[in-house]
């Protein structure tokens, strides 16, 4: 038998099996709905903790991650998916989540989600997880006293290593199976069969930039100038630069006067944050990070670069078409200028996924996103919100494939 250990509801060693087993018992008070108030409670709860003042500031990506969970907030989540005539939404079921380690958080926002929907809901937690990840459990389980017992019932995150048994055994269980991290990930999972009805959600790799433009830079106030330099810390070091959302290259729009300008400004900026901040960069990621930009001169995509200590290296692009797409390490910024927005259109792949922005007004973006026309980027967002996850991502509305619809006829 294989066994995976319970992490939440806090426990030792279960077999699979007998997980399962437990999960397909009804809750008592009656199966979950979609909006099931007992999940509300609990999640509104979970959240109150999370924004406490002590926990938001060891950890500032929970403090997101408690608005996200607001009252207010999941009311909006479930309005997306409300009854309409002639269609009712129903849980999908059994939902397996295969969350990244890297982002040692985002497994909250995707197993809320799919409780909000009324689901059974089994969680894979990475065994390297700590930090912002165990401040989570622990904040969970301290709800658990105080709610419903159907949430100990149908929600289940574990901890369980290479074990195909228990992926195995996991998935053949899922009515939806739910896989973030790279592409080597995203096809190893997909060894493991579901069953017929079943279906995946995948987040394999992704990438993304941003675009500054540097007439909107010089024409912005030291607030607003500050705020995005503050934006950018948020968006590239949370999490090592190493989320799919976090830009990896930096595009200024406008000509080159104005760009150099801009560009020594916001650099300057960002290196007062970083000296207020104090990001901890070790030797080996120190190492890892001019392996990795001198590579780039290597190979002729860099023409230049710079490191301000450790925690900052910026990369001046052959060719703004020479996207590393790669990780470099965190606090790694290659730069490249164009004339117009609509030269990066071309640039784009379907793997791009976020575009963080500052200095453009709302119909140069639009008319950005028609160009690009879906081939990739599906988000576009301020500087400073690329890790602000939403209820949309990825082009996946989350809420709805969360659920399912039954449809009614009435003659």
């Not at 979950?32 to 509300?40: F, I, K």
């Not at 401040?135 to 290479?162: F, H, K, W």
Request: charged share 25%; net charge negative; proline share 5%.
């Amino acid at each position: 038998m294989s066994k995976v250990i319970e992490r939440f509801p806090a426990g030792g060693a279960i077999d699979v099996d007998d997980l399962l087993a437990a999960l397909r018992n009804t809750p008592a008070g009656g199966p979950l709905t979609v909006g099931d108030d007992r999940v509300v409670e609990f999640l509104v709860a979970f959240a109150r903790r999370l924004l406490r003042p002590a926990v938001a500031r060891r950890y500032p990506e929970l403090g997101s991650l408690g608005f996200f969970l607001r009252r207010a907030e999941i009311n909006k989540l479930l309005a997306r998916v409300a009854d309409e005539p002639g269609q009712l939404r129903f849980p999908r079921g059994t939902v397996f989540h295969v969350p990244p380690a890297n982002v040692d958080t985002i497994f909250v926002y995707s197993w809320a989600l799919s409780a909000l929907a009324g689901n059974a809901n089994v969680v894979r937690i990475s065994s390297r997880s700590a930090g912002a990840a165990d401040a989570v459990l622990d904040a969970l389980n301290d709800t658990l006293a105080e709610a419903d017992e159907a949430v100990r019932q149908t929600q289940r995150m574990v901890t369980y290593g290479r074990d195909d048994v228990v992926t195995g055994a996991l998935s053949a269980a899922a009515d939806l199976r739910v896989i973030w991290g790279g592409d080597r990930s995203v096809n190893e999972i997909r060894r493991h069969p579901l069953a017929p009805h079943a279906r995946d959600v995948t987040f394999p790799d992704r990438s993304s930039f941003t675009v500054l433009s540097s007439a909107g830079w010089l024409g912005a106030d030291e607030r607003e100038r500050d705020a995005a330099a503050l934006g950018l810390y948020n968006d590239s070091y949370w999490f090592d630069q190493a989320a799919c959302s976090s830009p990896r290259t930096l595009y200024w729009v406008g000509d080159a006067a104005d760009t150099e300008a801009a560009r020594t400004d916001l650099l300057a900026r960002l290196r007062a944050v970083l000296d207020g901040k104090r990001p901890e960069v070790d030797a080996a990621m120190a190492v890892e990070k001019r392996v990795a930009t001198y590579g780039l001169a290597v190979d002729g995509t860099a023409t230049a670069i710079r490191f301000d200590g450790n925690e900052l290296a910026t990369v001046e692009l052959a060719d703004p078409a020479d996207i590393p797409r790669r990780w470099l390490g965190v606090g790694t910024f290659p730069q490249a200028r164009v004339d117009t927005l609509a030269e990066l259109a071309p640039l784009v792949v379907r793997r791009d996924q976020t575009v963080t922005h500052f200095g453009f007004k709302a119909e140069e973006l639009v008319d950005f996103a028609r160009t690009v026309a879906g081939r990739g980027v599906d988000r576009i967002v301020p500087i400073g919100d690329a890790l602000s996850f939403a209820a949309t991502w990825d082009g996946y509305d989350l809420m709805r494939e969360f659920t399912r619809i039954t449809s009614i006829i009435a003659r």
